[in-house]
């Protein structure tokens, strides 16, 4: 099991350092450098597919929270 901290009262910066700390084991995942969270974001299926796990593109979300959420509610 992936343990992947959720974003609630996080900024999304805050979130995602956090993130490259959690998926440290699986591989190397970039810094968020900017705003552009869905860029950063796609490193992530490619880091915690394990097959089973269905990460959802975040291009298909406006809302870097909700996607957060629905990440974090796959691995659990």
Known sequence: MISM???????????ADRVVLDLD?????QKLKD????RW????PAIISLGYIAIPN????????LWAEYVCGELA
Do not use: C, E, I, S
């Open 5 to 15: 901290t959720r974003p609630t009262g996080m900024t999304l910066q805050q979130w």
């Open 25 to 29: 084991a699986y591989g190397p995942l």
């Open 35 to 38: 705003t552009n969270w869905q």
């Open 41 to 44: 974001a796609v490193q992530l």
């Open 58 to 65: 975040p291009y298909q979300f406006t809302d870097w929270k």
